[in-house]
Structures are given as structure tokens and as C-alpha cells.
């Protein structure tokens, strides 16, 4: 049995730990542990609930398969826990693999485990990981990255991802995908897919203007979303449009644009056997051309090689 260890600094992101644990432990074929920095056994959650009878990280003893770093409040004390890192570091060297859930990737930089590899973490704390540890190739798109026997995820549900992966490079794709039907989750067998949503963003303006012009692009996607016609809608010169737009949604209104429209191609591609030409028109690209330059900007594939990792069989 392949040995799983969780490892948590409490208090935790709940969800980084039971989700992952949960998944491992119905697949069968895994001894899953819960491991702690603190010494009683009880791992606290920023959400109130606590965990019990988790062992201490300096008492495992034995082979370890796989060992995660889960996310939260905690990751902040645990920077500081030298001992915690020169462990981890030394793990590093002798289990398969390792990897980080949200930002549990903070603790991986920290022991240098991530040095001179692609890493991701939740969206928000990309840049403050890219900042502090300047030595890591921080990518903010990504649900997940694996970079040799290092894996890192996303924020939170990113997790569920990363522990479906790994049970699929295990066990092999009909049993992850088993595992995900029993679960009622979408099985996603590579990283590629982007963190950003365009249909979560539209829900994240102050501005109603903005907001509803989100949800107008979002349902016209092959009309003329230029700046210029975005702004007439909105009632806005093209340039105070533009500062508008960028201050409520972090973005250019183009750059947005692109990631909404290669955000419904993936799903058509996805969950349809429309032709690439098809997909494009369809999302207003214009051209099949120029969605597979979108695709390799934001995706870093093109829109044909994505088709063929994820379009159902």
C-alpha cells in the first residue's frame, strides 16, 4: 500500500486536508495519515472545526510514498518552524513524490523544494509567492503543475484535482474517473486548465455597469467586444472605460475578453465533438488561427492539443 501523508500547520484550510484524504482513502490501495506540527493530536481549521488523532510530523517513521502540504492560516507560523523545514527538505530527497495544496506551496519555497521549478498557489497569493521567493517560477493560471516529483495546486478544490491526478497516474484513468463519478466531480486529467472564471468574475464587480456588461460579454462573445464598443454600451469614453474596467475586474477589458472567449471554447471543446473552426467562430475569435494563438498565450497549448487531452472519447 502506498503510504499518504498529510501534513497540516493548524489552523488549516479544512477543505485542503478532508477533501484530498477523503478522495485517497475510497480509492483503496492507500494508507492515508494526518500529521501535525502541533504536539496534542488535535489540528484546528480556520472554520471552527478540529481534527483529532493526528501524529506529530518529528515521530513518522518508515517509507513514505507521497507527502502533501495542506493550506491556511497556520502555513504563516510555519515559515518560521526551522525545524519543520529542514525535515521537509530532507523528506523531499527521499519520497517519490511531494506536492502542496493552495498555499502549503509557501512552505515547499521556504525549504527550497521549489527552486528553479514551476509552481502554482491560489490565485491570490501568486504574486506574494513570486515576491518572496523570487527563485520559483510562479504561474497563476494553472489548477495544478507537476514538475518532476513536485506537485503543487491551486486553491482549495484544486486539491480534489491534484488527488484525482495522482490516483490516475497510480492506478490509471478508469479508476480516477470512477472515483470522480462516485464523488459527482469532474475528472480533470491534466493541470492545463486555468484557475480564472470568467463567470465568477462577473459576480465580483461594486460597479453594476460593469457587471452587467460582464455577463452581456459573457452571452455574446462572438460580437465586436472591442474597447471601443464595450465603452459606447457602458456610456464611457474608450479611455475611462478602460480604467474603469481594469480597477473593478484586475484586468484589461481585452485580456478579459480573451480569457472568456478561450474559457467557452474549452467547454465546448470539452463537452462537444465541435470542430476546432466550429468552436472558433461560435466564441468570436474570428479565425481557427487565431484561437489556437489565444490558447497557447493563456493555456500555453493550442486549442488542437487540448482537444486532444480533454475532449471526451
Known amino acids: 500500500m502506498r503510504r499518504i501523508v498529510l501534513l497540516a500547520v493548524p489552523p488549516i484550510q479544512i477543505l485542503d ?45 518508515g517509507l513514505i510514498d507521497t507527502i502533501l502540504v495542506v493550506g491556511g492560516e497556520g502555513i504563516e507560523s510555519g515559515l518560521a518552524n526551522r525545524q519543520l523545514l529542514k525535515w521537509l527538505r530532507a523528506q523531499s530527497g527521499k519520497v517519490r513524490r511531494i506536492g502542496s495544496i493552495c ?10 523544494i521549489l527552486d528553479h521549478r514551476r509552481a502554482v498557489t491560489h490565485w491570490k497569493w501568486c504574486e506574494a509567492l513570486a515576491l518572496h521567493f523570487p527563485k520559483v517560477k510562479v504561474e497563476q493560471d494553472p489548477i495544478f503543475i507537476k514538475d518532476g516529483k513536485v506537485y503543487t495546486s491551486a486553491g482549495i478544490t484544486a486539491g480534489f484535482d491534484l488527488t484525482l491526478s495522482m490516483i490516475e497516474e497510480d492506478f490509471g484513468r478508469h479508476r480516477a474517473l470512477e472515483i470522480a463519478r462516485d464523488l459527482v466531480m469532474f475528472l480533470r486529467r491534466q493541470g492545463g486548465q486555468s484557475q480564472f472564471s470568467a ?72 463537452e462537444s465533438a465541435r470542430g476546432v473552426k466550429e468552436t472558433a467562430a461560435q466564441c468570436g475569435f474570428g479565425s481557427a488561427d487565431s484561437m489556437r494563438r489565444l490558447f497557447l498565450r493563456v493555456l500555453g497549448i493550442t486549442a488542437s492539443e487540448y482537444a486532444d487531452r480533454f475532449r471526451p472519447r
Open 199 to 270: 463567470a465568477l468574475s462577473a459576480q465580483a464587480s461594486e460597479s453594476r455597469p460593469i457587471e452587467d456588461l460582464v455577463i452581456w460579454i459573457l452571452e455574446h462573445l462572438d460580437a465586436d467586444l472591442s474597447v471601443e464598443a464595450l465603452a459606447e454600451r457602458c456610456g464611457m469614453s474608450p479611455r475611462t472605460f478602460a480604467r474603469v474596467f481594469a480597477r473593478e475586474k484586475g484586468v484589461t477589458p481585452a485580456r478579459f475578453v480573451a480569457r472568456a472567449r478561450v474559457e467557452a471554447a474549452r467547454s465546448l471543446i470539452e
Open 17 to 61: 486536508l478532508t477533501g484530498p484524504y477523503e478522495i485517497f482513502a475510497r480509492c483503496g490501495g492507500y494508507r492515508v495519515e494526518m500529521v501535525s506540527t502541533e504536539p496534542g493530536g488535535l489540528v484546528s481549521s480556520t472554520c471552527g472545526l478540529s481534527l483529532a488523532q493526528a501524529t506529530h510530523y518529528s515521530k513518522l517513521r
Open 103 to 112: 498555499t502549503g506551496a509557501f512552505l515547499l519555497a521556504a525549504a527550497g
